[in-house]
């Protein structure tokens, strides 16, 4: 099934013209409205009839992630506050979130292209959506849920943990189509065999699965242990949220709902554009959001693009799998850390020193982060009460910066490696 035909196979030639049309719009639109991006234009002495054809996009500039830091919080929004009907957030770098407010419009919009994505991933008005993204800033929870009621299925939001009431409800309500990060399909699926809960007597069939990074080695795990189909999908708060692109049936790549998000692969260290085909840095404008219009977003995800036709009939463009991130970001229990912040709240605590080893592990499919500090001479001679006490301060300190929690181990000074030249910092286990 194809939710909406006219956009989803629509010829490219056609489709194309459309682009075109909307990025001329878009960028008309920043140019009036947003002081950021007129600035960004004219000192690249550009204009909105700089805009002749989609191969003028490159001359466009680049939006990062730090243009959001510095305009937080509603510095890149291009309508009167009162037309804000919505505000959702992702995790922030140094505590302060990236801010993603939405029109009626664009709440209608990010509606479609979910219901679009639900369908292309399998699912139907007959289904029952089990939500186990976390509802609230986050953008997973609502994001599916307006998109699975727009499809007519039977929606249960129960967003996440309490992993035995989700079996419970799972079996009783009847639930068709799970919708969760990749990891937690995994803890379900443990905690129903602890439970001595067969799944394969359930009704499940159907798995929707992104925000995090994952593997076809776990998609092959996730589908032995459960009885059902795992479906890529991918967004991002300042995109949109989930809904910018997913796997149809076949499984060959993520189809991304174009006449809304206009990609392209860039190379990370020059910011040239690349071919199709070629692997690089994934970049995005998006075409008709008004509330938060983004040009050319660097999303620092590393994928590549084909346009070839798929065989489920949609004509739209398909994104490999992410492949890793052009960044230093951790996405732990679905939360973005970065070693700069837990670097900085050690840079604040008295005792330790900014000598630190992040290791994060997945203990039974449950992702785990342990900080090892150095501690100062001074304080490593003094009692072990004192220790206890540096200790959970650290752990205090680091969990009111990063939103999880962190097992902090003190370790003797100077014990840490040294290395020349850039840092290793992290020592990442999981294997996804
Ligand atoms: P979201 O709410 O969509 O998870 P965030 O903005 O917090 O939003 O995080 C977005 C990031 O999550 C992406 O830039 C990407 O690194 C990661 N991500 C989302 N979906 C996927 C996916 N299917 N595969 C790999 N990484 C993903
Ligand atoms: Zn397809």
Sequence with gaps: MIWNPQYETMPRPQLEKLQLERLQALVARVYEKVPFYRQALQERDLTPESIKSLADLSRLPFTVKQDFRDNYPLG????PMDQVCRVHASSGTTGKPVVAPYTANDLRMWTEVMARSLTCAGMGKDDVMQNAYGYGLFTGGLGFHYGGERVGATVIPTSTGNTKRQLMLLQDLGTTVITCTPSYSLILAEAALEMGVDLRLSKLRLGIMGAEPWSEQMRAEIEAKLPIQAIDIYGLT?????????ECPHKCGMHIFEDHFLPEIVDPATGEPLPYGQVGELVITTLTKEALPVIRFRTRDIASLNPEP???GRTLVRMSRIA???????????VNVFPSQIESVLLEVEGVEPHYLIIVDR??????????VEVSEAVFS????KMEALQQKVKQEMEGTLGIGARIKLVEPRSLARTEGKAKRVVDRREL
Aim: proline share 2%; hydrophobic share 40%.
């Design 324 to 334: 890793g991130r052009t960044d230093d970001m951790l996405i732990i229990r679905g």
């Design 310 to 312: 798929c065989e489920c």
């Design 76 to 79: 890149l929004v291009a309508v």
């Design 363 to 372: 203990e039974r499919h449950l992702d785990d982060l342990e900080i090892w």
């Design 382 to 385: 003094d009692e072990m009460r």
């Design 238 to 246: 300042e995109v949109v949220g989930p809904g910018v692109s997913v």
